[in-house]
């Protein structure tokens, strides 16, 4: 006798559990795989599932400030200047470039709307009060982090948590950064004490504390922009200090002009950094004639023929950019080519992003949307015009490479910084347990000064004063 088994509500259940639980291991299995790949190509499937991460734009940024550059072509002093010269100062790239030591009417001057960003974190802390000397010490380090002074122009180190020497270099490299502009300040005496902690990660762990950082996105209004660790040096194949770059790129250009550029559009880098929009970039240029786009693996034997350094890109009429886990570091470096920078719409602000713009008279470089739809259509129209793209490239060079990706503009920053964030900080203490007149309480002085942590071995560095105990 044949026994049939009705279905019944038990099995549709887990019918759809399994089916449910095996979705799911398939949506994971292709996202790891997507986000982890270096391959060039992906299935169809496995792109529609890829998630943005956190390259998904809620904002992009644009900023409008014309009067910054026509003033940094036309700028005056203040009357209340204090050289003996007859004539009102200007900056002049081959004078000026290289000097850290302008004096704060010469930066002002010399760099407008370089200090867009500190005048806007200084609005937004004064809306909620100074910070405190227990909202500083209310947040623990997390990987990144620096917790320094400067005290009657000396700088010093309090507290650190560097977990690698990749972490331990980019932190030295920005200590090295602040110090040289601290000590070249031509009048030290005009640097106020202050506390801060930095942080040389690239994305921002407590983006609502007040925290120097490398970079920041629209919302993160608690954040405040620093130079970032390679206008220092970067131990990086072909890159090392900035301005050494720049000098390099200026020898390259003197042998292989404008009109000897390749017209491609050239881009190196790893996909898994931001593999949703890197992707984007890599199929928008894919079969192109202007096409010089590729990929970098790090592990590949033939690593050394698939990686071109920033001076080696400068061969190139057209330089592509895409942002990474945020902010891409390598940007100023492209910047200091007379090439067209081409970037899709920026998530991550920079503290010299105000200076960018991608149309007008003043235009720097060429925006295209995050998924480069348009980017065909903008090369296309980029080779059919090469006066604008000569007139872009050459602006970038006038703003970037010559005026605000300079020594002296570095140095001027650091300084506004130290000033912006004294007008809305506290007052800090050079000794532990001290009260303002009562110098009988003193105990013990706080931290190291800069010039002796430098000396530390790499591991006393990484976990101070912890390390040093």
């Known amino acids: 006798m044949l026994l049939r088994r009705r279905c019944g509500v038990t099995d549709v259940l887990s019918w759809f559990f399994v089916s449910a639980v095996a979705l799911v291991f398939f949506l994971i299995c292709s996202i790891l795989y997507g986000t982890r790949t270096e391959s060039p190509s992906l299935p169809?499937?496995?792109?529609?599932?890829?998630?943005?991460?956190?390259?998904?734009?809620?904002?992009?940024t644009t900023f409008f400030c014309d009067t910054c550059l026509d003033c940094a072509s036309n700028q005056a002093l203040s009357s209340n200047a204090t050289w003996?010269?007859?004539?009102?100062?200007?900056?002049?790239?081959?004078r000026d470039g290289n000097n850290y030591g302008l004096d704060e009417n010469q930066c002002i001057a010399a760099f407008p709307g370089l200090y867009e960003d500190l005048e806007r974190a200084k609005r937004y802390r004064r809306g909620k009060g100074k910070v405190t000397q227990p909202e500083l010490s209310s947040f623990a380090l997390t990987k990144g982090m620096v917790r320094a002074m400067i005290y009657d122009s000396e700088l010093y180190i309090l507290e650190t948590f560097l977990v690698d020497n990749v972490n331990r270099q980019k932190a030295v490299a920005t200590l090295s950064a602040l110090h040289r502009a601290i000590s070249s300040a031509r009048d030290?005496?005009?640097i106020p004490n202050i506390e801060f902690v930095l942080s040389v990660e690239d994305l921002p762990a407590q983006p609502k504390k007040p925290l120097w950082m490398l970079a920041r996105r629209t919302q993160d209004e608690e954040l405040w922009l620093m130079p970032d660790f390679g206008?220092?040096?970067?131990e990086m194949p072909q890159i090392g200090a900035?301005?050494?770059?720049?000098?390099?790129?200026?020898?390259?250009?003197?042998?292989?002009?404008?009109d000897q550029k390749q017209e491609k559009l050239v881009w190196r880098g790893k996909i898994t950094m931001a593999p949703k929009l890197r992707r984007a970039l890599l199929d928008a240029a894919k079969g192109k004639p202007w096409s010089d786009v590729g990929q970098v693996r790090w592990t590949d034997p033939n690593f050394k023929e698939q990686f071109l350094g920033p001076v080696d890109q400068c061969n190139y009429m057209f330089i592509a950019h895409?942002?990474?886990?945020?902010?891409?570091?390598?940007?100023?470096?492209?910047?200091l080519c007379r090439s067209v920078i081409v970037s899709h719409k920026l998530q991550w602000i920079q503290h010299y992003h105000y200076l960018f713009r991608s149309e007008g008279t003043h235009q720097n470089f060429v925006e295209v949307e995050r998924d480069f739809s348009d980017l065909s259509n903008t090369m296309d129209d980029l080779l059919a015009h090469p006066e604008k793209a000569k007139r872009i490239a050459d602006n970038s060079v006038r703003t970037f490479r010559e005026r605000y990706l300079t020594r002296a503009a570095e140095a001027c920053y650091w300084r506004a910084l130290v000033k912006a964030w004294h007008e809305v900080s506290f007052e800090p203490l050079l000794y532990n347990g001290v009260e303002v007149g009562k110098v009988h309480k003193r105990t013990q002085k706080r931290?190291?000064?800069?010039?002796?942590?430098i000396l530390y071995e790499t591991d006393k560095q990484m976990e101070f004063p912890k390390s040093a105990q």
Request: glycine share 6%.
């Open 322 to 335: 895409a942002e990474g886990r945020s902010y891409s570091g390598a940007l100023k470096y492209r910047q």
């Open 231 to 234: 206008f220092w040096s970067w």
């Open 84 to 94: 003996d010269e007859d004539e009102a100062w200007v900056f002049n790239y081959k």
């Open 447 to 453: 931290g190291v000064r800069y010039e002796t942590f």
């Open 188 to 190: 030290r005496s005009s």
């Open 44 to 60: 169809p499937l496995v792109k529609e599932v890829l998630p943005a991460g956190r390259c998904l734009c809620e904002y992009s």
């Open 242 to 258: 900035l301005d050494e770059v720049a000098e390099e790129a200026k020898q390259r250009e003197s042998i292989e002009p404008w």
